[in-house]
């Protein structure tokens, strides 16, 4: 049986899962999917006050906000069990946004993780998006339909960054995985796409 490829994938109806999603490019998609007619699922730490702003004026039919720490895998999976239980089904879209660009307690120069024995930059930024997509494939096959996990990585997964190599190092992952995941499309009926934003304004820089 041929599960594939995705085809057109209008978002009206549809239920779309952002983690990231209470700022910057993650609010920005979710505001754009909800404006087509999507159901939005938004998994994220806290909300800023200008994703509170305009979630306050959504009906809970159509939005649902739950609190998530992407490095926990329980936790991320959680939101499959939400999106069942607010929306009646398993999302159709997911969208790993959530990420962080070289903090100051997760960095390749401070090394201030080392006694911890790994990088949490690289849990959020690789692993997270890594196993959001199985899940998503998981959820997916199990609910026999289509759908699309949207990875984003950034203009630093395409040519590198020596003062922020962590974080270019861990978007190199995330675009090499999309490319991996090509197949997904055909033998799956899953679409795995990747974006690389460049530079944008958001909280992202001050965490």
């Known amino acids: 049986m041929q599960y594939g490829p995705v085809l057109d994938f209008p978002l009206k109806d549809k239920v779309v899962l952002i983690t990231g999603g209470g700022a910057g490019i993650g609010l920005a998609f979710a505001q754009t999917c909800h404006?087509?007619?999507?159901?939005?699922?938004?998994?994220?730490?806290?909300?800023?006050?200008?994703?509170s702003d305009w979630t306050s004026t959504l009906s809970p039919s159509t939005f649902h906000f739950q609190t998530t720490n992407v490095s926990d895998w329980s936790s991320l999976h959680a939101l499959i069990?939400?999106?069942?239980s607010?929306?009646?089904d398993v999302p159709d879209v997911y969208a790993p946004v959530a990420g962080v660009f070289e903090p100051l307690w997760s960095n390749f120069w401070d090394d201030s993780e080392s006694a911890q024995g790994h990088y949490k930059t690289v849990s959020i930024n690789v692993e997270h998006p890594l196993k959001l997509t199985r899940m998503a494939l998981?959820?997916?096959a199990g609910a026999e339909k289509q759908g699309v996990v949207c990875l984003v990585a950034s203009t630093a997964g395409v040519r590198g960054n020596?003062?922020?190599?962590?974080?270019?190092?861990?978007?190199?992952?995330?675009?090499?995985?999309a490319?991996?995941?090509?197949?997904a499309d055909r033998e799956?009926?899953?679409?795995?796409?990747?974006?690389?934003?460049?530079?944008?304004?958001s909280l992202f820089w001050f965490l």
Do not use: N, W
Not at 35 to 51: C, F, M, S, T
Not at 81 to 84: H, L, N, W
């Open 188 to 201: 799956m009926g899953v679409r795995v796409v990747c974006i690389c934003p460049g530079y944008v304004q």
């Open 162 to 177: 020596f003062l922020s190599c962590l974080y270019a190092s861990s978007k190199h992952a995330v675009v090499g995985f």
């Open 86 to 88: 607010a929306f009646g």
């Open 35 to 51: 404006a087509q007619g999507a159901k939005v699922l938004i998994g994220d730490l806290r909300l800023a006050p200008e994703a």
């Open 179 to 183: 490319k991996s995941m090509g197949m």
């Open 138 to 140: 998981r959820a997916l």
């Open 81 to 84: 069990t939400a999106s069942v």
